[in-house]
């Protein structure tokens, strides 16, 4: 689960904004075995996601822009990003999941969270 914002007081207001913005969507949001959450962590460098069983606490899938493959790959990082959603979408239906849920974890559905969105839509992945 989230951790509570209180144990992130050093954190800077910006970071705080998107743990509070995350908090509130992580409570409505549950993956479950018929429909698992898709779970999207951005760094400043790196996008990594996660198809997650809640119940079983279980991940089901991932990509990242940190395996080989994708890290030789050429383009710009929304470019990898929807790489990275075609990846996770191939794998999460090789698992047997065809629908998810998307959690944005607090980040806009904007650039490459949007780009990782659309990737994996077009692979097949229903949201």
């Known amino acids: 689960m ?10 800077n207001a910006k970071t705080r904004a998107r743990l509070r913005r995350q908090l509130r969507v992580r409570k409505k949001i549950f993956g479950t075995p018929e429909r698992p ?5 951005r760094s400043a460098r790196h996008v990594v996601a996660q198809v997650v069983d809640d119940t079983a606490g279980h991940t089901l899938a991932s990509a990242s822009t940190l395996e080989a493959d994708l890290r030789a790959s050429d383009g710009d990082k929304t470019a990898r990003a929807r790489q990275v959603g075609a990846l996770v979408a191939d794998r999460a239906k090789a698992a047997g999941v065809s ?22 839509r077009e692979a097949g992945l229903e949201f």
């Open 2 to 11: 989230a951790a509570s914002l209180s144990s992130h007081r050093t954190a």
């Open 37 to 41: 959450r898709l779970v999207v962590t």
């Open 99 to 120: 629908a998810v849920v998307f959690d944005r974890a607090g980040n806009r559905y904007q650039g490459r969270v949007a780009a990782l969105a659309d990737g994996a």
